[in-house]
């Protein structure tokens, strides 16, 4: 698969977030176990987690897609490293989100739409390749990008014309 098709099943998970009238992004979390000796693939790339943001279901402030993502995939590896994971995203991490991929020593974060209020990999931070901090990872951005950006300005037209 593509980062194109796994950035699809993150729509997905974007559009069960606004059926829960959730802002409608969503993420899913891919291993991949690379050999450290030479760099080559262990097993074929599978999803190990999915989520939809969930801040209003549950009232948390940590509710991110993304983050919920991550969390089931250390349950998944039962591991607090994510070390061979890469994380989609639908829109550019905040400032938690890449922290947390920062403390977990993901490998790669692909995410859709950039985030002019609060993107911390590229848009208003760079938390991924940051010098001082011990783990930097990839990041590609714009995967998908109208359509993650289309999905979140029909939810909150909807939300406006209510």
Same mark, same amino acid.
């Given at each position: 698969?593509? %980062? !194109? %098709?796994y950035m699809r099943l993150a729509l997905e998970e974007a559009r069960r977030a606004a059926e829960l009238d959730e802002v409608p992004i969503g993420a899913v979390v891919v291993y991949e176990p690379i050999d450290p000796a030479t760099r080559r693939p262990l097993a074929e790339p599978r999803v190990i987690a999915r989520a939809c943001n969930l801040r209003e279901t549950t009232r948390d402030p940590a509710g991110h897609a993304e983050f919920l993502a991550m969390k089931q995939a250390s349950a998944e590896l039962d591991a607090w490293r994510l070390t061979g994971c890469t994380v989609y995203v639908t829109l550019e991490p905040c400032i938690m989100c890449a922290g947390l991929m920062h403390q977990a020593r993901i490998d790669r974060c692909v995410f859709g739409?950039?985030?002019?209020? &609060?993107? &911390?990999?590229?848009?208003?931070?760079?938390i991924h390749e940051d010098e001082r901090l011990n783990h930097n990872f990839e990041v590609v951005s714009g995967?998908?990008?109208? !359509?993650?950006?289309?999905?979140?300005r029909a939810?909150?037209?909807?939300?406006?014309?209510?």
């Open positions: 698969m593509t %980062d !194109e %098709d739409a950039p985030d002019p209020k &609060a993107g &911390a990999l590229g848009t208003l931070y760079r995967v998908l990008g109208g !359509e993650c950006a289309d999905t979140l939810f909150f037209a909807r939300k406006r014309r209510k």
